[in-house]
């Protein structure tokens, strides 16, 4: 297998150099490495230099995720493994990235993805977000998991994931514009083309957020957007309020035992989320300003793509 890394960036921060560290000490080896900024200016396109990776630039204002990941896509031909990782997003072992390029042993595999494990000193709802959705057991998903798992069936990650080339060619690429979720929109196409996802716990990253309220909203808002975009997910898979629900009582659960205080802010979250979600499933009543006011992806709602 000839593979790539692949990571789009953006003033990478402090951060940047431990990822890099952690990307140098894998066993795996990795026949290209290459980063698509969008405009920094605080020394990352010099340090990822510095540590091998080839470097191609596109405007700010030309940001897509999906774009962003296509493009990184067709700059790699010779590649049949892609592994996608974001700049905050920290390999936490030398055998990271070779436990998830394993899961490709298996040819029905499309998509492979790692857990992903609270960053060092997260809060206490930060880290049950992440134990929640990233468990210690692996699975194999396919289409028919759909009739237990709903919309989660075709979830993966745009933080810590590999795509066979061969799969994602399959489904014809990234989506090239999309408010978020480009991962999720490849993950349900691939399993119904018949391919399979596979959740490798055993492939470990350190990646977590602290959400403000105000994020909070918007990240659903943002939700809820992609999902009236794409209702072909939710007509094909099924609704994800069963897995929100079993999201908020375990959150509540994990809240009484360990810190009671919380409560306040786990009701008013809950809240922000509904809000956020219903707001961005009816996005096309609102006005453009609110959409962009209530929105986390403002630059989406004045864009249009081409690949060149």
């Not at 490495?33 to 630039?57: C, E, M, P």
């Not at 700059?75 to 990235?97: E, G, P, R, V």
């Not at 899961?103 to 993805?113: K, R």
Request: with cysteine.
């Amino acid at each position: 297998m000839n593979i790539a890394l692949l990571i789009p960036t953006l003033n990478a921060g402090h951060e940047w150099k431990k990822l890099l560290e952690a990307i140098d000490c894998q066993k795996l080896r990795i026949n290209s490495k290459i980063i698509l900024d969008s405009g920094s200016n605080d020394g990352t396109v010099t340090l990822a230099r510095n540590y091998g990776f080839q470097v191609l630039t596109i405007e700010k204002e030309s940001f897509d995720h999906g774009y962003a990941r296509q493009l990184l896509a067709n700059a790699c031909l010779d590649c049949n493994i892609l592994i996608y990782l974001t700049q905050d997003c920290i390999l936490a072992n030398k055998d990271s990235l070779q436990y998830l390029v394993d899961s490709f042993q298996n040819p029905n595999v499309g998509i492979a993805y790692g857990r992903q494990l609270p960053r060092q000193n997260a809060k206490l709802l930060e880290s049950h977000a992440r134990l929640f959705n990233y468990p210690e057991q692996s699975k194999l998903k396919s289409l028919s998991d759909k009739f237990e798992m709903g919309i989660k069936t075709a979830s993966c990650s745009n933080s810590f994931a590999a795509y066979r080339r061969e799969a994602l060619n399959d489904v014809g690429g990234f989506p090239l514009h999309s408010i978020f979720g480009e991962d999720v929109i490849v993950g349900g196409q691939i399993l119904i083309k018949g391919w399979k996802i596979a959740y490798e716990a055993k492939a470990e990253a350190y990646h977590s957020h602290d959400y403000s309220l105000s994020e909070e909203f918007k990240r659903y808002f943002d939700i809820g957007v992609f999902h009236r975009a794409n209702d072909w997910l939710l007509d094909e898979f099924g609704s994800a309020n069963g897995e929100g629900l079993k999201y908020v009582k375990s959150e509540l659960n994990t809240v009484v035992k360990k810190n009671p205080l919380l409560l306040p802010k786990v009701f008013s979250s809950v809240l922000a989320k509904w809000l956020g979600y219903k707001l961005g499933l009816s996005y096309f009543k609102l006005p453009l300003s609110y959409q962009k006011a209530f929105s986390m992806h403002k630059s989406y709602w004045d864009k249009q793509y081409k690949l060149k």
